[in-house]
């Protein structure tokens, strides 16, 4: 058991930067058996106490950027700052039986050789331990201190390695040939503007089959701003790719498009979303990743740059088409001003929204008419002006 454990417990990580593994069913097994082994050792030893679990800290303060020495790919990372779990604390005792059932649920999932989507777990936990689970939110935040946060002693492994796949979103549109084992060619020119949907296994995303002729990757904030561009075919016009999560990526849409930079490294990724804190959030996630997810960010940050919609659009909308700043949106701008990770022109950007106190959406393009949304991405294209 002691060459179970020392093989179990070799995490990849340095003396800054913390990572989670990608492991085998087997392997996840091994370290939660490890865990259990450890917690029973110290219930059973002559003066008993049960121990807090350190977790990766996940706050911003705990975040870093690792800029790219050999790419200009740069992502968000965790580095070794802790806090922690105890049963022995009345407002953390749930939290820390949490941990340990979540664990319980993957370990069976695993055994079954079963995949389990976060809402199915939620469900499952709901009728074993409706005591400790009452709300989605607790079965999300439960996994990210197995996954995000860790249990720097226990697993820290990524969450599908844990059994628990990714609730895809995600659409594909454009000039890209996809095939999946031992399946026809998908053509997702001709899929019409509901795309091709992406799937949530991770592993198949990663045994696709790409080949493209396309000279851009454009990533949509929008699913109607996505439909219109695939409908009036706009990558035949810019041969392009395009790609959506209907709002804030998921990790399935992020997953495959960090496959798709690797695939095609020299395909600019360009972003096109509303001119508002939100908008600017999301770009951010592709390009950086998220601290929620900071120890596996570096498996799904690109170098997407942002094509509009900026600050010099504006003379394009009418003066009308502008909306105030939401209360949400000044929250979002704060995190963001707060953040290691945004560049200064981004920065600059923020700043002119703050103090115009305006927001514009992608729609008001509509103004100059609706087939101008693929001009507008062809200019900005052929002159190069994205940041």
């Given amino acids: 058991m002691d060459d179970l454990s020392k093989s179990s417990m070799k995490f990849f990580s340095d003396q800054q930067l913390c990572f989670a593994d990608i492991l085998l069913p087997h392997e996840v097994q091994a370290r939660i058996q490890v865990a259990v082994l450890n917690f ?14 350190p977790l990766i ?6 975040s870093r950027v690792s800029e790219g020495i050999l790419t200009d790919v740069s992502w968000i990372f965790l580095s070794h700052s802790f806090c922690s779990r105890s049963l022995m604390k009345a407002n953390a005792t749930k939290a820390f039986i949490r941990v340990w059932k979540v664990m319980e649920m993957c370990f069976e999932f ?17 009728c074993d331990s409706p005591h400790y689970f009452s709300s989605q939110l607790q079965v999300n935040r439960t996994i990210q201190e197995l996954c995000a946060k860790d249990v720097v002693a226990l697993l820290r492994c990524s969450r599908y390695s844990l059994g628990i796949m990714a609730s ?30 992406i799937s949530g296994d991770l592993n198949l995303l990663e045994s696709l089959i790409m080949k493209t002729d ?39 849409t992020r997953f495959l498009l960090h496959r798709m930079s690797r695939a095609f490294p020299d395909l600019p990724i360009l972003a096109l979303v509303d001119w508002n804190p939100a908008g600017l959030a999301i770009l ?40 105030p700043l939401k209360p949400r949106d000044l929250q979002i701008a704060r ?14 950007e923020l700043a002119v929204m703050m103090q115009s106190g305006q927001r514009a959406e992608i729609e008001a393009l509509y ?17 190069a002006n994205y940041i």
């Avoid at 800290?57 to 705990?62: A, F, G, L, P, T």
């Avoid at 995190?335 to 600059?348: E, K, P, V």
């Fill in 40 to 53: 029973l050792k110290i219930l059973n030893s002559p003066d008993p106490a049960i121990s807090d679990l």
């Fill in 57 to 62: 800290n996940r706050k911003s303060s705990n």
């Fill in 110 to 126: 695993l055994t079954q050789e079963k995949r389990v989507t976060q809402r199915e777990l939620f469900y499952k936990l709901l």
């Fill in 168 to 197: 895809s979103k995600g659409l594909v549109a454009g000039r890209i040939l996809l095939q999946e084992p031992n399946q026809e060619v998908v053509d997702c020119s001709a899929c019409g503007s509901s795309g091709y949907a």
């Fill in 214 to 252: 396309a000279r851009y990757i454009v990533v949509v904030e929008k699913h109607a701003i996505f439909q219109r561009l695939a409908e009036d075919r706009v990558f035949n016009q810019i041969p392009s790719i395009l790609l959506t999560a209907k709002g804030y990526p998921d990790i399935a």
């Fill in 284 to 323: 951010s996630t592709y390009k950086f990743g998220s601290i929620g997810m900071g120890l596996e960010a570096y498996r799904y940050a690109c170098n997407v740059k942002w094509l509009g919609l900026r600050g010099d659009d504006l003379q394009l909308i009418p003066q009308q088409s502008l909306a």
């Fill in 335 to 348: 995190s963001l001003i707060s953040s290691t990770t945004l560049q200064d022109n981004y920065r600059q």
């Fill in 367 to 383: 103004f100059n008419g609706y087939d101008y949304l693929g001009k507008y991405l062809a200019k900005k294209i052929v002159q």
